[in-house]
Structures are given as structure tokens and as C-alpha cells.
């Protein structure tokens, strides 16, 4: 089985590494292609080539990953899949321009350098060789986590766009305090706040442009701002209602 991957960042590189495939990488920065293809023992390919592939693999930022498609299902034999991140205009893409082909979209739930993990799945049009795809992958370690495409994005408005302003958003507002001082949550915030801010800012910002979250984050934020002491008790059980089941976990910190 020979793959296209197109995209030749750490996505990219991830996906050449976990399957066993030959592998060849397209990017519009030909440096990137040349060093992914150095990292997995792959080969570089032109980025608008007519040479086709049985997989073609999108491993591109999730803004652009309907254009890329566009671009480059003709070159397609037998299946396209992505790692884009973003389900529902990723399969639509497909559907539309690569009606013939095996289709699935795949959202590794992990950094590329904390592999394995949770794979996300979506098989819109499966076969064999999307599920030799996906074999190797689980045999790599991976967990192999069948979704549908809108239950993926609904829930990554959640998990990426809103804890991603969260955490942001107490990066932005915290100010360093006396050596001493911190609690556990503090603390605890200030490992995820050092986590976050350690990756690429335009993936973040691809995650807030593509899903809704950051808004209902501000919004609960004001309103607890806004709050006297009474209101804020409430929305306090409200929260804890969210994350604690009636059996009276509590775990909580005072401070």
C-alpha cells in the first residue's frame, strides 16, 4: 500500500509513522516534506502532482482542510482519510469529491509525542484498506474510539474550544504570586496554563475559529463576576452538579 500524506507537520509525520504503508509527503514548505520523509523513511511528493496513491491521507490545519481535499481527492485510488481535527466539512468534502473511494476522518486525541492514545473514528465509506488503516493502528497501541461525525465536533466545542479558552483565558489573567502561596488548584492550573501555551498558537486558534465554546466560557465567567454572594453559592452547586454524582463526591479544596 502506497500513502500521500499531505501535511507535513507533526500530524503528518505521526500518521507516516503509525501505519505501514510506503509513505509520501506534500507540503507547500518542501524543507517540512523533505524532514517528515527523513523521519519515517518516506519519499517527498510534488504538492499539485497527478502521480496517484491507493491512500491519501489530509494532515493539514482544520481551516484549510476542505480546500485541501478539493485539491487533492483526484489522486486517490482506493480511500481518503484526514487527521484534521474537524469531522462534518471534512467528510462532506469528501462525499463531494471523492464519491468512489473508501472515506473515513480520524482525530488522533492526543500530541503526536504523547502517541498512542484515543482515536476518534468516523468510516463514512469503509473497505479493506481503511480497515488495514485502522487495524494497524490499534495494533500500534492506539484506542480506536467509533464516533459519528457530529457528535465529534458538538463534543470538541467542549474539549478543545472551551477548555482551551478556560485555560487561556486564566493564563492571561493570573499574576505571579509570593513562593508559598499556592494551593493545589493553582498549581494544577498553572501545569495546564505552561501545557497549553507550550504548543502552536495557530492551532489554537484554528480550534476557536472552527468550533464554537470560547463564548459560553465568557459568559459563565461574567456572570460569576457579576455575582453576590448568594448567586454565586448557586452557581457554585450548579457547577458541582455538573461533575459529581449524588453519591456526594467531593473532593473539593476550600481555597
Known sequence: MDVLIVGAGS????????????????????????????????????????????VVCLAVPMTHVTDAIAAQAPRAERAIVDVSGVMEPALAAMERHAPDVERVSLHPLFAPERAPGSIAVVCNRSGPVTDELLATLEARGNELLETTAVEHDEAMETVQAATHAAVLSFALAAESVPEGFETPIYETMGRLARQVTAGTPRVYADIQATFDGADAVADAAAEIAAADADELETLYQEAAAN???????SGGETT
Open 243 to 249: 461533575w459529581h454524582d449524588d453519591r456526594g463526591d
Open 11 to 54: 500530524m503528518g509525520t505521526w500518521f507516516g509513522n503509525a501505519v505501514d504503508a510506503r509513505v509520501a509527503f506534500a507540503d507547500i514548505d518542501g524543507d517540512a516534506a523533505a524532514a517528515a520523509a527523513d523521519a519515517v523513511g518516506g519519499d517527498v511528493a510534488a504538492l499539485e502532482g497527478e502521480t496517484s496513491y491507493d
